[in-house]
């Protein structure tokens, strides 16, 4: 994905645009945390995004500079230094086509967030990590859904990515109307996909397959921190 900005494309374009909207709220709850009125941190947001999608800005996305992650904080971090060198500066986002984001949502979720001594990039990596993850949990539901399985993985999804006991799988079983073996060889698919999905999700935010392993380390310290 940090490739691609090198050769601005409408693909590259288009992959970084989806990889924005799935990563937004660790942004919006990193500039919440400097931004004391919401509708400011929102415009911020707005703003940062509009200049991250120009075309210069996607050709900053260099593999040598690392990680996704890493890039969007740090450009996020310079983008708010400028902004607030600026006095009286035209409307942020220069009329660039902003993307479509669910502030309303965004910022529900992030009231709910601890008052605690997160710094915003301590807060912007953790909602990554925990925003990764359910990106991952949607995949994993989206492909059962497609087969016809959504109720299989509505009633399994608690033993994903945690234990279940055998009175519970005795309880899936008979809502799905299969014995008790097939519910846990049913689970166990359900991890081993969920572990695949996991390891192709961090893949989009790495500039080489090499990088995987160590990327998904780092993401499980941050969410043990």
């Known amino acids: 994905m940090l490739a691609a ?7 590259s374009r288009g992959a970084l645009e989806a990889l924005c909207r799935a990563y937004w709220f660790p942004v919006y709850a990193c500039v919440r945390r400097h931004v004391f009125i919401a509708e400011d941190a929102q415009d911020l ?7 991250l999608l120009d075309k210069e800005a996607i050709g900053k996305a260099h593999p040598d500079r690392g990680r996704f ?8 971090k310079n983008f708010l230094a400028n902004e ?21 949502s965004g910022e529900s979720r992030y009231q709910i967030e601890p008052s605690h001594e997160l710094t915003p990039e301590k807060l912007f ?5 925990l925003t990764l993850l359910d990106q991952v949990l949607e995949s994993l539901r989206k ?5 016809g399985k959504e109720p299989q993985f509505e009633q399994l999804k608690g033993g994903i990515v945690g234990e279940m006991t055998s009175e519970r799988y005795e309880q899936v079983a008979a809502a799905l109307g299969i014995t008790a073996a097939a519910a846990k060889q049913a689970a166990y698919r359900l991890r081993k996909r ?4 996991f390891r192709l999700e961090v893949a989009r935010t790495v500039a080489e397959d090499a990088e995987v392993d160590d990327e998904i380390s780092r993401l499980l310290g941050i969410l043990g921190d």
């Open 125 to 129: 990596e953790r909602r990554w990590v």
């Open 45 to 51: 947001t707005q703003g940062f995004f509009a200049h």
């Open 84 to 104: 607030r060198d600026k006095a009286g500066a035209e409307k942020r986002g220069g009329g660039r086509a902003a993307l479509s984001l669910d502030f309303d």
């Open 143 to 147: 492909e059962l859904a497609a087969e």
């Open 194 to 197: 969920y572990r695949e999905l």
């Open 5 to 11: 900005g090198q050769a601005v494309s409408r693909e």
């Open 69 to 76: 992650r890493a890039f969007l904080l740090t450009a996020l």
